[in-house]
């Protein structure tokens, strides 16, 4: 079993609509987890952490259930500039002073049209 | 302003002929890495380095090496370049503590005929 994997995609939505990315897990003992976004050609760059309590970020929304080694985002009210591939980071070593190991899932690719 | 510059951007190069792509960072991070990306199979690092003159193997470190001489650069060495290295490389930094941010550089593209 792969240690992250993704919806394989690609999605393809209207503007306005809301679209959620999964992801699961194998390593139990994960600790940190994140949502990174990368356009095409370009470099990943963070979106957001993903925390146990659930976060959001103006129209963002990160979940984690540790019980399923589940990960969700959830992306409101899509727009043009949404398009992009998604990928799913999880750190298998921790946070702070262990530095980690990120393991990336291969990305889901969401593309909004008008 | 907080960055991390890989060079060259893209190269083109044949089979054999050694090459170095470089990596630096003003952030002052400990944690730096070397990871490759192609279609199909996402993002796979290749080398890391958790501080100056400690590095280790990745997950596809063959055909690679790197050496860690100063904190702000992490060069990425191929002795002999092959076909099967043609991909789209990145650098990365890792801010530790808090959220574990991991900052990319800007990716260098190379072509080996």
């Known amino acids: 079993r792969k240690e992250v994997e993704q919806d394989p995609g690609p999605f393809n939505v209207p503007e306005g609509a809301t679209v959620a990315f999964n992801c699961t897990y194998s390593n139990s003992a994960s600790q940190s987890f994140f949502w990174y976004r990368q356009d095409c050609r370009k470099e990943p760059k963070l979106l957001m952490s993903?925390?146990?309590s659930g976060n959001e970020d103006g129209r963002f929304t990160a979940q984690l259930n540790r019980a399923s080694q589940y990960i969700s985002l959830l992306i409101r009210d899509s727009k043009l500039s949404d398009s992009a591939t998604y990928l799913c980071?999880?750190?298998?070593?921790?946070?702070?002073?262990?530095?980690?190991?990120?393991?990336f899932g291969k990305g889901t690719k969401l593309s909004v049209k008008p | 302003e907080a960055q991390v510059t890989q060079n060259p951007r893209y190269l083109i190069t044949v089979t054999g002929k050694k090459l170095t792509v470089t990596c630096s960072q003003n952030?002052?991070?400990?944690?730096m890495s070397w990871y490759r990306q192609d279609p199909g199979l996402g993002l796979r690092q290749i080398y890391y380095s958790m501080n100056v003159e400690v590095t280790d193997k990745g997950d596809v470190p063959e055909g690679y090496k790197v050496s860690r001489k100063e904190k702000r650069n992490f060069p990425l060495i191929l002795e002999s370049p092959s076909p099967n290295q043609t991909s789209l490389y990145f650098c990365a930094t890792l801010r530790t503590g808090g959220s574990d941010t991991q900052y990319f550089g800007p990716g260098t593209r190379l072509t080996v005929l």
């Open positions: 980071v999880v750190n298998i070593r921790g946070y702070g002073g262990s530095q980690g190991n990120l393991i």
């Open positions: 993903v925390y146990s």
């Open positions: 952030m002052n991070h400990e944690y």
